[in-house]
């Protein structure tokens, strides 16, 4: 099915069309084509976690974990707060979840040519 005016809201059609929104859109999109970083925010989807954490989910280094986490709060899609000496990691909101799940949905129907 082809991409088109016709088969968005008029919202959506709308901010298709405002290039600044379109490009917030592709630097969203370019986060989540990472395999860590789309780990990393699976991983959040269950609740917050800390920097040990998520290393130990995604299984790389820390340095590794802290660059993913900080383009990742650069795009907006998390948020980190303080507790003590650790830092603790949440999603932004719930349209990250949301992303998140509709990718992983949409995946597992290519996987099992469920959605044909």
């Known amino acids: 099915m ?53 290393q130990e989910i995604c299984q790389v280094s820390q340095s590794a974990i802290s660059h993913q986490l900080r383009m990742l709060r650069d795009r907006g899609l998390v948020f980190a707060r303080r507790e003590g000496q650790r830092v603790i990691y ?10 998140i799940g509709v990718g992983l949905s949409h995946a597992a129907e290519l996987t099992t040519g469920e959605g044909e």
């Open 2 to 54: 082809a991409c088109d005016a016709a088969h968005l809201d008029e919202k959506t059609a709308r901010l298709a069309l405002d290039e600044d929104v379109v490009y917030g859109a592709t630097q969203i999109f370019d986060a989540l084509s990472d395999y860590t970083r789309f780990r990393i925010l699976a991983a959040l989807c269950a609740g917050e976690r800390s920097v040990s954490e998520l």
């Open 90 to 99: 949440r999603l932004a909101d719930e349209h990250v979840a949301q992303l």
